[in-house]
């Protein structure tokens, strides 16, 4: 009999790149819904600061430091946790990085770090945490992609790849599991973050500043996260894409 059970009891949920953003407001969200939180991410003080907002909110929470591009470092963070509470619910992959530029600037090393990040970093989640899922009989994927994955823009030629690469994985892996592991795919559109802080071009700085006039909360994704984890176990969120109604 599967030592999983599905159902509105709290949940061990993992979430990468929770230092800040979606990940920072996803954390948040969830620990405040009664789950309990395994956070990871590369700076550790940031990490403490969510943590700690989360404790004083009555929450429960684990923090761990976690580079995504080392597969040996995700699968401890998965595994240290299956450890600890026997079990594990849900993995958020939410880690990614956004240094755009034309390709013409040739600006090779940054993509070669969104590949590895947002790619992956991706599909290290994914083995980390699939193992557990199945021996459990049940779990839930949750992808951070973007509205990168249903469109390119100048200067964002490798993000998008990247982003589409993430929605494809995503949904050949929904379509390979066992349907008691649910998988759903986030797509958000301008969302208030760091991530065009990484923007190291100027033009592509500027382009970014004009695209960014109308933008939502990080908090608007963690509604849609929490939504899709919410729902009762035969029904599946595939996927949302959430964006601020101006953006076209």
């Known amino acids: 009999m599967p030592i999983y059970l599905e159902t509105h009891m709290k949940k061990i949920v993992l979430v990468t790149g929770a230092s ?12 405040r819904e009664g789950h309990h939180l395994v956070i990871g991410a590369r700076r550790e003080d940031r990490l403490a600061a969510v943590a700690e907002s989360i404790r004083n909110e009555g929450g429960s929470v684990e923090v761990h430091r976690l580079d995504v591009t080392d597969r040996s470092d995700v699968t401890r963070f998965a595994d240290t946790a ?25 600006l090779v090393e940054e993509w070669e770090r969104m590949i ?5 970093g991706l599909l290290h989640g994914i083995a980390a945490a699939l193992p557990h899922f199945q021996r459990q009989g049940g779990g839930h994927f949750v992808t951070v992609a973007s509205i990168g994955a ?12 990247t982003k589409y690469a993430a929605w494809a994985i995503t ?21 208030e973050s760091e991530l065009a802080d990484t923007i190291t071009e100027p033009g ?25 984890i919410g729902r009762p176990p035969e029904v599946d969120v595939n996927e949302m894409i959430i964006r601020p109604a101006r953006q076209r």
């Open 20 to 31: 800040s953003g979606i990940g920072q407001a996803t954390s948040v969200r969830l620990a």
């Open 116 to 120: 590895d990040v947002n790619v992956r």
């Open 150 to 161: 249903h469109g390119v823009v100048p200067t964002a030629a490798v993000y998008c790849a």
């Open 82 to 106: 299956a450890e600890r509470h026997g079990r594990v619910d849900v993995i958020v992959n939410n880690a990614g990085v956004m240094p755009l530029s034309r390709l013409d600037s040739l």
């Open 204 to 228: 592509a700085q500027e382009a970014m500043r004009a695209y960014r006039a109308d933008s939502i909360p990080p908090e608007a994704i963690a509604d849609a996260i929490a939504y899709a």
């Open 171 to 191: 949904e050949g892996l929904r379509l390979e599991l066992d349907p008691s592991i649910r998988v759903t795919t986030i797509s958000p559109g301008v969302v």
